[in-house]
C-alpha cells in the first residue's frame, strides 16, 4: 500500500470472489480488462472507417465532417488510455493486506484470463462513473441521488460525536458518497465488489491530491443520439473535489469484497447507506438480512434507487424480482419500522444530458429504523 | 389473401429478404419464432420459481405474495401465447401475389430455422408496439409522434383532392400511422422489412373489425422496476381505433421488403413520412437518397425521431453514425430545402409508464422540400 494513502483498503478475506488462485486470476483479469480498452476501443472505430471507405463517392463527399470527427474520436480514446495505463499502475500493491505480481513491472502476468468484449466494454461505464461521482458534471445527479442521505445522516446523528457514529455504504462504486460522509468526519466505510470500481476508486482517494487534475473523454464511445458532433468528444475533468482533503484522524476505508460474505458481525453499525445498490443482488432478501443483522439496535438504513435488479434477464444467473410494494412488506416482516418513504423520486444515473436518449429513474427513497 | 381485407399487403420482389428459397426459410422461422414465445417465456419464469424454492425457508416466507405473482404472470403468458397463435393463422395466404405452406395446417415446416432467444424476445417488442400504437394507452404517445406529421400533411396539401395525394410511409411497423394517413382519404402505403411486424399489422389490419377485441399482457416481461406487482400483470385491449373504417375506394396498401430496394421509381411519390425509421439504416444517407430519387419534384419530406443508430453496436454489421448536425448538412448536399425544424422534442417509444426507469427520446422533427 502506497504510504501516502488517505484511504486504506482491505481485501475482506470472507468474499469468496478474492480466495486463492482464483482471487489472484481475477484479478490479473481486471488489470486485463483495462489494458484491453485501447486496442477494443481503436477497433470499432476502424470498422466503422472501413465501412465509411466502401460507401459511394458521392456519398462520402457527403461526410468529410463525420470522416474528420473520427479522427477526433480516435485522439480522445488515446487519452482516455493513457488515464486507464496510470489507474493500473502500483494496483497490486493498492491493498494493505496483500501484494499481488506487477504485471506493468515486468512480473509474469501471461497466464491470466483474457477479457471478453462484455468485459472490456465495463470500462466504459468506469468512464461514466468517473463523471457521475468525481467531475462538476456530475454535481445534479449526485445532488438527487446523495443529498437526501447525507442530509438524514446530519438530522439522524446531530446529538452524536461524528467520530464515533460509524456508517457503511455497500455498493460504494468510485466512493464519492462514502467520501462525502467521511469527510464531514463521520467513521465511514464503502465496501464495493467490482475490482474494476476499486481500481479507480483507489486512484481517485489515494493519488489525486487536489482537484481538476485529470480529462476524460467520457462519451466517444456513444456512437448514437448525438445531436452535434462535439457532444461526442465533449472533455470532462475529475476530481472536483479534493480527495485528500479528509480531516486527519478520520476514520475512512473501503472494503473489497461481497457485501453477503464480508458482513456477518452483529449489531456493529449505526447507519448503512445504500444508493443504487439492492437491486444488484439475487436475493435481494439476504441484503435485507444483512443489513438487519449488521446494524446496531435503534440503528438507521438509508435506502435510495429503483429496482433495477442486475441478474433479471442475465442467462445463467440466479434471480428473484419482488415489486416494490412486495419488497416492502418483507422489509417491514425483518422488523424494521418505516421512518421516512418516497417514491417517484426522479433522477439520473450516469446520463449524459446532451444526448437524444436519456434514462430516467423513478426512485424509492426510504429510511427504515432497527428498533432498539 | 383474406377476401375481406382491408388492407392489401405485397411482397415487393426487389427486397432482397424475400428471394428464393430464402424467403421461404425466412417466412417459416417467423412463424416458429411466434410458436416459441409460449416456451421460451415460461422457461424464464420457470427459473426464477426453481430458484424462489431454493431459498432459505425463512425468505421464502417472507415472499408468499411474490410466488403468487409468479401464477399470476404464468396465466397472462399463456394468454399472449393465445394471441401470437391467432397472428400466424392464415398468415401463409397474406400477400397477395405469393402463398407459402402453411405450418400451422399441416404442411411440412420442420426444416425451418430455429429462432435464437434474440428472435424470440422480438415477439416482446411486438406487444409493447400494439400498446404504442393500437391501443389507448398508446394515445399520449402517438399525441407526439405522429401528430405534427400528420398535421403537416394536412397543411401542406390542403388545396388537394386527398385520395390524388400520395404518401409513403417507410419503416410502418404495424401501421397505425399509415392507417391514420389513409383513413382520412389519402392515398397511403406502408413499406416494412420486418416479417414479425408484418404478420401483427396483417391481423391488426384486416382480422379486427371493431374496437377493443383483444387484450394483451405487454408488461409481463418486464420483471424488474415495478412499484406495484400488478403493474407487471396489467391488461391492455387493442385495437382502439377499428381498422375496417377506412372509407370505401382508399387506396391504403402495405408493401413488405426493404425501403432501399423497393423504392426505386423516380418521381413517385407526394410526401414521405418517416417517423423513427432513419437511424434503422447501415447507411442513412442511402436512405436520404431513396426519399429524394422517389419524391415528386415539390414534394416534401416529413421526419420524426431521434439517431439511435439500429446498427451501431451490433457486432458484424455495418454503420455509421453521423450527428444530427453533419447529416442535416449531407440532406441539405442532396438538395433538399429545410422547411420547418426542431429538435429536442421530448417523446417516448413503447414506454411502460408505470415503470420505475422510463426512456425518454429528444427528437428531431424536420419538414424538407425537393424543390419543383
Known amino acids: 500500500m502506497d504510504e501516502q494513502c488517505n484511504v ?47 460507401l459511394p463517392e458521392s456519398h462520402r463527399q457527403k461526410l468529410l465532417k463525420y470522416q474528420s470527427h473520427l479522427e477526433d474520436v480516435r485522439n480522445c480514446i488515446e487519452q482516455n488510455a493513457t488515464l486507464m495505463k496510470e489507474i493500473i499502475v502500483d494496483v497490486s500493491r493498492m491493498f494493505e493486506n496483500i501484494e499481488y505480481p506487477n504485471c506493468e513491472k515486468g512480473d509474469n502476468c501471461r497466464n491470466a484470463v483474457r477479457p471478453t468484449t462484455v468485459d472490456t466494454e465495463k470500462t466504459y461505464s468506469v468512464l461514466k462513473q468517473i463523471v457521475r461521482e468525481w467531475s462538476a458534471d456530475g ?21 452524536r460525536v461524528k467520530s464515533e457514529v ?49 480529462t476524460i473523454y467520457p462519451w466517444i464511445h456513444q456512437y448514437h443520439n448525438n445531436l452535434f458532433a462535439v457532444d461526442q468528444i465533449k472533455a470532462v475533468k475529475f476530481p472536483d473535489a479534493d480527495p485528500s482533503a479528509i480531516p486527519a484522524g478520520t476514520n475512512f476505508s473501503m472494503a473489497a469484497g461481497s457485501f453477503i460474505e464480508v458482513y456477518t458481525n452483529k449489531n456493529k453499525w449505526d447507519c448503512v447507506a445504500t444508493c443504487f445498490f439492492i437491486d444488484t443482488s439475487h436475493n435481494v432478501l439476504a441484503y435485507v438480512e444483512t443489513i438487519w443483522n449488521c446494524l446496531k439496535p435503534g440503528g438507521i438504513w438509508i435506502n435510495f434507487g429503483p429496482l433495477l435488479y442486475h441478474f433479471a434477464d442475465m442467462p445463467n444467473e440466479n434471480s ?25 423520486v426522479r433522477c439520473h444515473y450516469t446520463q449524459n444530458f446532451r444526448a437524444m436518449l ?15
Open 139 to 159: 454535481i445534479n445527479e449526485r445532488k438527487i441521488c446523495f443529498q437526501p442521505i447525507l442530509n438524514e445522516i446530519n438530522e439522524r446523528f446531530a446529538d
Open 8 to 54: 486504506c483498503a482491505n481485501i475482506c478475506e470472507s468474499g469468496d470472489q478474492f480466495e486463492d488462485t482464483q482471487e489472484s486470476i481475477h484479478f490479473r483479469k481486471v488489470i486485463n480488462t483495462y489494458r484491453s480498452y485501447r486496442p477494443h476501443s481503436l477497433r470499432r472505430l476502424a470498422r466503422t472507417s472501413e465501412y465509411l471507405s466502401s
Open 320 to 344: 428473484i424480482e419482488p415489486s416494490y410494494d412486495i419488497l416492502r412488506e418483507a422489509i417491514l416482516s425483518f422488523g424494521f419500522e418505516m421512518a421516512k418513504e418516497q417514491t417517484d
Open 166 to 214: 460509524s456508517i457503511l455504504v455497500p455498493g460504494a462504486g468510485l466512493g464519492r458518497l462514502a467520501y462525502d460522509i467521511a469527510v464531514q468526519g463521520y467513521t465511514c466505510q464503502g465496501n464495493e465488489y467490482s475490482l474494476l470500481m476499486l481500481f479507480t476508486s483507489n486512484f481517485i482517494l489515494n493519488k489525486c491530491k487536489g482537484t481538476d487534475l485529470f
Open 358 to 372: 436519456s434514462y430516467e429513474y423513478r426512485s424509492v427513497f426510504f429510511v427504515c429504523i432497527k428498533p432498539s
